[in-house]
């Protein structure tokens, strides 16, 4: 198992979980922007457009409406945004976000988790107002911006091996990235490396920083790591100055994929090893 040195943040902000539609022209690239509020996703809200298909629009907003192997409880409260649901502790199917539907994966929840819309689980509920980030999302990632806060116009895609899709992450500015480090999850083969958006970035509005690119529906300022592939995928935007992102980059089956396991500052080291349990429950296999 991979040892993994927690970075630890004394301020704190809670902030929904990063995946939102747009519809952006980037060098080529389009994605479409119907402002799932997804992954929380920017109630900004976690609803699937068509079917975080790509990133924490629609993002999770695959094409198609993933079929989950495990059971969930219909939660009834009338909080819980469009697309949430509570999971039942157990063995859980999702699916990869930019990924052809046949692509999905499973972990193993423990009690007191959340399904955004079958694409991430999390361990805070997405309600439309500020909370924490505790939870994971799997992504086939397209394209990789340069400047997460200065994104328009900045986005590129990777050469095509495991590789160079971690040298163009920890490149990205601003995210006092670790070196990417040979590593293995659920028997296949990668790099790992973590990053966090700084933590003096000022955030007036939740899930918003007050100096970035505003995106496509005029309202939103984001803090944008990547588009997953595809062009009516979304995008991973980050919810909170100094969250934490442990990526795993893997070849899976002659797919790239990216695990993306994050967490908001002030988070408990016990909550990182519940998170990272989850983590290293995950298991790949086609729907």
Not at 36 to 59: D, E, I, N, W
Not at 185 to 200: F, H, I, T
Request: a negative charge.
């Amino acid at each position: 198992m991979l040892e993994i040195e927690p970075i630890v943040y004394t301020s704190a902000q809670s902030n929904e979980r990063g995946t939102r539609p747009r519809v952006a022209t980037l060098r080529g690239y389009v994605a479409s922007d119907t402002r799932c509020s997804q992954v929380r996703v920017h109630a900004r809200g976690l609803t699937l457009v068509g079917a975080m298909g790509a990133g924490l629009l629609a993002s999770a907003c695959a094409t198609t409406t993933p079929t989950h192997t495990s059971s969930l409880v219909q939660t009834a409260s009338p909080a819980l945004s469009a697309g949430v649901t509570a999971a039942r502790a157990g063995t859980h199917a999702l699916q990869v976000i930019g990924a052809p539907s046949a692509l999905a994966f499973t972990v193993v929840l423990p009690p007191g988790w959340f399904d955004l819309s079958g694409t991430t689980v999390d361990k805070y509920p997405e309600t439309g107002k500020p909370r924490p980030v505790l939870g994971l999302s799997v992504w086939d990632v397209g394209q990789v911006v340069r400047d997460p806060c200065h994104w328009q116009d900045q986005a590129f895609t990777p050469g095509p091996s495991v590789e160079d899709l971690a040298a163009a992450l920890a490149a990205q500015k601003t995210r006092n990235a670790t070196t990417p480090t040979a590593v293995t999850l659920a028997g296949y083969a990668g790099e790992y490396l973590q990053w966090s958006v700084p933590a003096a970035l000022k955030s007036s509005t939740w899930t918003d920083f007050d100096a970035c690119d505003l995106s496509s529906d005029g309202v939103d300022r984001d803090f944008v790591s990547w588009f997953a592939n595809g062009s009516s995928q979304n995008d991973r935007y980050e919810e909170v100055p100094g969250e934490v992102d442990q990526l795993w980059v893997l070849e899976v089956n002659g797919q790239r994929l990216v695990v993306d396991a994050t967490y908001s500052p002030g988070t408990s080291l016990s909550q990182q090893a519940a998170l990272e349990q989850v983590v290293y429950s995950i298991r790949f296999g086609v729907r």
